[in-house]
Nanobody, 114 residues
Framework: QVQLVESGGGSVQAGGSLRLSCAVS???????MGWYRQAPGKQRDFVAT???????NYADSVKGRFSIFRDNAKNTVYLQTDSLKPEDTAVYYC?????????WGRGTQVTVSS
């Protein structure tokens, strides 16, 4: 059974940093991995993705501030968030693809105060 466990969320002041982690249980070959976020009352939005080979994509709103990277040996994807803004406040979700099937984590809360 595939399980995704996110961690690293918290409360920070504007300008601060957090590193989010998403660990995938089991011995699977994971293809694309990514992060999405959902603010209260809004739809879930794309933040960043990374292919197994390391190709990355970012939402325009986070380019230059967030970095996504992965450790294939640990089946873990990370999101380094720097220069955080109040508008980054949201629940951050991890999504991965394994053999063409998508899996989601339960999310980790990030709150940025001004």
């Amino acid at each position: 059974q595939v399980q995704l466990v996110e961690s690293g969320g918290g409360s920070v002041q504007a300008g601060g940093s957090l590193r989010l982690s998403c660990a995938v249980s089991g011995l699977f070959r994971i293809d694309n991995m990514g992060w999405y976020r959902q603010a209260p009352g809004k739809q879930r939005d794309f933040v960043a993705t990374i292919s197994r080979e390391g190709t990355t994509n970012y939402a325009d709103s986070v380019k230059g501030r967030f970095s996504i990277f992965r450790d294939n040996a640990k089946n873990t994807v990370y999101l380094q968030t720097d220069s955080l803004k109040p508008e980054d406040t949201a629940v951050y979700y991890c999504r991965v693809f394994i053999l063409g099937i998508e899996y989601w984590g339960r999310g980790t809360q990030v709150t940025v105060s001004s």
